[in-house]
């Protein structure tokens, strides 16, 4: 069975310096994997994926992630942190291979930046 | 292009009420999600429905919750009677097909008391 962990609950950043947000999983075969931002009381807002092809995703807010098959692990970079990427990030997984398999999610990591 | 919708927002039942939640999904999107996130934890899958029928309700508990999608556009996903332990937020997503992109509402708060 799939699944995701996202080992730090919280990320703390001043405003401006790189950030990284990690994610490590765990699937048989080849995954598919996304990264989710959750503001207060929003829903879910997908940021990026990666299915096949350039390790290196780039996705929307300047927020891009790189995929490692030899580490398993799918971290969330942004070169210069802002103020407003303070929310909660979402890593998942989805096993492709199992036909209708569901998309597994870690427990999220809180993501603080600091001006 | 509009986004998936819920209603309501919050919600505030006592223990053994029961309580409906409604979903509309992006226009043309096949497949639907309910998906139940316990404070402090990502989603969980409860149920996918694409078109009108159930794919997948394994993590569904059947004794209480059911939902329904007919006509496979709106959906709606009830509990009767709910328990201190439906405490959640209660999110809904909507993809083009199965294995596609999902795109999420912005869920409804569940506090039973």
């Known amino acids: 069975a799939q699944s995701v962990a996202q080992p730090e609950d919280q990320v703390n950043v001043a405003e401006g310096n790189p950030l990284t947000v990690k994610c490590t999983y765990s699937?048989?075969?080849?995954?598919?994997l996304f990264w989710y931002v959750q503001y207060p009381n929003r829903g879910l807002q997908f940021l990026l994926k990666?299915?096949?092809?350039?390790?290196l995703v780039k996705g929307s807010y300047g927020f891009e992630a790189e995929f490692n098959k030899s580490q398993t692990s799918f971290h969330l970079k942004k070169p210069s942190a802002l103020v407003s990427d303070s929310a909660l990030y979402f890593c998942?997984?989805?096993?492709?291979?199992?036909?209708?398999?569901?998309?597994?999610f870690g427990k999220g990591t809180r993501l603080s930046v600091i001006a | 292009e509009a986004g998936v919708a819920q209603s309501p927002r919050y919600k505030i039942i006592e223990k053994r009420q029961s309580v409906a939640f409604w979903c509309n999904p992006i226009?043309?999107?096949?497949?639907l999600y309910w998906y139940q996130q316990i404070l402090g934890q990502g989603p969980k899958l409860l149920i996918q429905?694409?078109?009108?029928?159930?794919?997948?309700d394994s993590q569904l508990p059947k004794d209480r919750f059911s939902a329904e999608r007919l006509k496979g556009v709106d959906s709606t996903l009830k509990i009767q009677p709910a328990k201190l332990e439906d405490s959640a937020v209660y999110l809904c997503?909507?993809?083009?097909?199965?294995?596609?992109?999902?795109?999420f509402g912005p869920g409804t708060r569940l506090t039973v008391l």
């Open positions: 997503a909507s993809s083009l097909s199965r294995g596609s992109t999902q795109y």
């Open positions: 699937v048989s075969g080849n995954p598919y």
């Open positions: 990666y299915i096949t092809g350039d390790n």
């Open positions: 998942a997984v989805r096993d492709p291979r199992e036909g209708n398999t569901p998309l597994v």
């Open positions: 226009s043309g999107h096949a497949t």
């Open positions: 429905f694409q078109n009108n029928g159930v794919v997948d």
